[in-house]
């Protein structure tokens, strides 16, 4: 059983034979009531702030615990990006390397028919080059010839 300041105030003690002087006693037992009383609103008032302190402990906690998760959400998604990015940089690299490929392809075939038409030109000039000589040469022949007739000529016209 718990003693309150109402029990100590509202005490009787049994007289007897050369006892304490009842004043005395009462104002003793008065200021320990009100000490008492005292005591209790200060404990009432702590066990209120304790248990508004408690709640507040559980609302940060709570608050903490929503930090945390979505500090993981976070880091999932920061993970997450990170990994489409490096598909989407590999995917490009691809791209571009097929593109390289198909440039490089491009310019081989290019130099090959480049190759084939200088070639070709090449054989086109020596052709003509022979004909070209063969012409001057027929030419020289005809001159050379004519030469001939004129010396053949001029002794026709001394005959005649």
């Known amino acids: 059983m718990t003693l309150t300041p109402m029990d100590i105030q509202n005490k009787e003690f049994a007289k007897g034979f050369r006892g304490y002087v009842q004043e005395e006693v009462n104002d003793f037992l008065d200021r320990v009531s ?3 009383e005292s005591l209790l609103k200060e404990s009432l008032d702590l066990k ?5 302190l408690s709640e507040k ?4 906690n709570k608050i903490e615990e929503t930090l945390h998760n979505a ?3 976070a880091q999932e998604t920061a993970e997450e990006v990170k990994r489409n990015a490096n598909k989407e940089a590999d995917l490009i690299r691809r791209e571009a390397e097929k593109d390289a490929s198909r440039m490089v392809e491009d310019a081989r075939y290019k130099a090959s ?4 038409e200088h070639d070709e030109l090449y054989k086109q000039a020596q052709i003509f080059k022979m004909r ?3 012409l001057i040469e027929a030419q020289l022949s005809t001159l050379e010839m004519e030469d ?3 010396d053949e000529e001029e002794t026709q016209e001394s005959k005649g």
């Open 57 to 60: 402990l559980a609302h940060y």
């Open 132 to 134: 070209f000589r063969s």
């Open 148 to 150: 001939w007739m004129q």
């Open 113 to 116: 028919r480049i190759l084939s």
């Open 48 to 52: 209120a702030e304790t248990s508004k």
């Open 71 to 73: 500090i993981i959400v």
């Open 34 to 36: 009100k000490e008492m």
